[in-house]
């Protein structure tokens, strides 16, 4: 099992134990698997999809976004469809 964490400007959005997980990289899709080499990668527009031991899906669209990945553990930083317009103002 992998530990993936899915964060956004709003808070956690995504905290589970998961069977593989697939993003959409900046040069193509790829999968996650428990074992799998650490890695960053940036993401681009597309779903993150997650995938329970029965092969059920839980779908994240995202607008863009980056994973690191190590010891079976993705943590997940991400803009969602909704966030990509707000902007703070700081003085």
Do not use: W
């Not at 134990?17 to 993003?23: E, G, K, N």
């Not at 074992?35 to 527009?45: D, E, G, N």
């Amino acid at each position: 099992m992998i530990k993936i964490k899915i964060v956004s400007q709003s808070g956690v959005v995504y905290d589970s134990d998961v069977a593989h997980v697939t993003f959409p990289g900046t040069v193509g899709r790829f999968a996650v698997y428990p074992m799998h080499a650490p890695i960053v990668s940036a993401l681009k527009k597309g779903d993150i999809v997650c995938y329970s031991p029965d092969e059920e899906q839980t779908v994240f669209p995202i607008q863009s976004g980056f994973v690191e990945v190590k010891n079976d553990q993705a943590t997940v930083c991400v803009v969602l469809p909704d966030e990509q317009h707000t902007t703070k103002n700081h003085v």
